[in-house]
């Protein structure tokens, strides 16, 4: 079952300016630290950091709450797992929103998939119930 859908399309471009202006003050609020690890060994950061920003951006959407009733940008991080998909990892409100639209009995699976092609960057966020002895 289906619970949310979410998409985002973001210009890298813009990141990049957003990085030039605003620096720390823009990636320690918007991003957790395994995020900010990984944006800063990365050759092209502003690429990277534009996928986790259209990632949570498209959770926000999935949610059905945007950035607000106790949802907040960290409360969401990218995590790739050993094999290199992208996962997304909920905390805080946003953990606490995903609890409330899971339906008694089930498990929540939240999918994830970005890609950047400069200028661009888009995140899909899939939340579906499934049986929770699966």
């Not at 606490?96 to 339906?103: A, M």
């Given at each position: 079952?289906?619970l949310g859908l979410g998409n985002d399309l973001?210009?890298?471009?813009?990141?990049?300016?957003?990085?030039?202006?605003?620096?720390?003050?823009?990636?320690?609020?918007?991003?957790?630290?395994?995020?900010?690890?990984?944006?800063?060994?990365?050759?092209?950061?502003?690429?990277?950091?534009?996928?986790?920003?259209?990632?949570?951006?498209?959770?926000?959407?999935?949610?059905?709450?945007?950035?607000?009733?106790?949802?907040?940008?960290?409360?969401?991080?990218?995590?790739?797992?050993?094999?290199?998909?992208?996962?997304?990892?909920?905390?805080?409100?946003?953990?606490?929103?995903?609890?409330?639209?899971?339906?008694?009995?089930?498990?929540?699976?939240?999918?994830?998939?970005?890609?950047d092609d400069y200028p661009l960057a888009e995140?899909?966020?899939?939340?579906s119930a499934v049986p929770e002895d699966v």
């Amino acid at each position: 079952m289906i619970l949310g859908l979410g998409n985002d399309l973001i210009d890298i471009r813009r990141v990049g300016r957003t990085l030039d202006r605003f620096g720390e003050r823009f990636v320690k609020r918007v991003f957790t630290d395994i995020e900010r690890e990984k944006a800063e060994r990365r050759k092209n950061r502003a690429s990277t950091y534009a996928t986790r920003f259209a990632a949570k951006e498209a959770c926000s959407k999935a949610l059905g709450t945007g950035f607000r009733k106790g949802v907040y940008w960290r409360d969401m991080g990218v995590v790739n797992l050993p094999s290199g998909k992208p996962t997304i990892v909920l905390a805080g409100g946003a953990l606490k929103r995903l609890e409330s639209i899971t339906p008694i009995g089930m498990a929540a699976q939240v999918d994830l998939t970005i890609t950047d092609d400069y200028p661009l960057a888009e995140a899909i966020v899939l939340i579906s119930a499934v049986p929770e002895d699966v």
